[in-house]
């Protein structure tokens, strides 16, 4: 069983930055690929941004590329998205995600950024 936690949420005006952390329990986080969704108010659920077990390699979607980073440290059990240039439609719960399976999911936290 793996829990994920994350934090970093919050109001930012649009052009403003946030940095968003995930921190996991369990011994096998550092082989875990890893994932941040995002849901908006009244749309489904949708990929943004994943990352390898060791960092090499990312992915994320096209409307967050070259604006958001995400990074992991192995060390601390935490996955990072650093979200830069942030537009009013980056509004919603952010997630994190193990990009399963095993499937876990953490509680979520809410980026909400004003025009």
């Known amino acids: 069983q793996v829990q994920l936690v994350e934090s970093g949420g919050g109001l930012v005006q649009a052009g403003g930055s946030l940095r968003l952390s995930c921190v996991a329990s369990g011994r096998t986080f550092s082989r875990m690929t890893m994932a941040w969704f995002r849901r908006a108010p009244g749309k489904a659920r949708e990929f943004v941004a994943r990352?390898?077990?060791?960092?090499?390699?990312?992915d994320y979607a096209d409307s967050v590329k070259g604006r958001f980073t995400m990074s992991r440290d192995n060390a601390k059990n935490t996955v990072f998205l650093q979200m830069n240039s942030l537009k009013p439609e980056d509004t919603g719960v952010y997630y994190c995600?193990?990009?399963?399976?095993?499937?876990?999911w953490g509680q979520g936290t809410q980026v909400t950024v004003s025009s």
């Open positions: 995600n193990s990009w399963g399976p095993p499937n876990y």
């Open positions: 990352i390898g077990w060791s960092g090499g390699s990312t």
